[in-house]
């Protein structure tokens, strides 16, 4: 076994054993953790199985197949920043909409205090 395919093995188990571990102590969601755990499972099998990743690569047109995995993974990312700008885009509307709600309610007067029955007295 070339090195390039064992530290990609080693990269993509540590990888995937990390996001594990994070999803395990509830320090990543699992929505989000996903991609994560997509990515490092295709760089991984890609590592293992090297045919696949030679014909993949000459499908693709890509000379050295290690650089699909760089690519890869590269791609991977690239879904990953879209997905938490929408996750952002999405929190930063509902901040805006809170923060204004929150600035009417402010604005209103106080309402009354009520006022004690007899019996409270």
């Known amino acids: 076994m070339k090195r390039i395919a ?3 093995i080693f990269a993509s188990l540590a990888l995937l054993l990390y996001i594990v571990e994070m999803v395990r102590r509830r320090k990543l969601r ?7 755990l997509s990515g ?13 990743l ?3 690569s000459a499908a693709v047109g ?9 690519l890869i993974g590269i791609l991977f990312i690239v879904l990953i920043l879209i997905h938490f700008s929408i996750t952002i885009s999405k ?17 209103m007067p106080p309402k009354e205090a ?6 409270e007295r």
């Open 114 to 119: 009520p006022s004690r029955t007899r019996n």
């Open 40 to 52: 490092s499972v295709i760089v991984l099998v890609l590592s293992v199985k090297q045919d696949w």
């Open 30 to 36: 699992e929505e989000y953790s996903i991609l994560w």
């Open 6 to 8: 064992a530290l990609s």
């Open 91 to 107: 929190l930063q509307q509902m901040n805006k909409k809170l923060s204004q709600e929150i600035a009417l309610m402010k604005s």
């Open 62 to 70: 890509i000379a050295y197949p290690p650089s699909l995995l760089f």
């Open 54 to 56: 030679n014909r993949f």
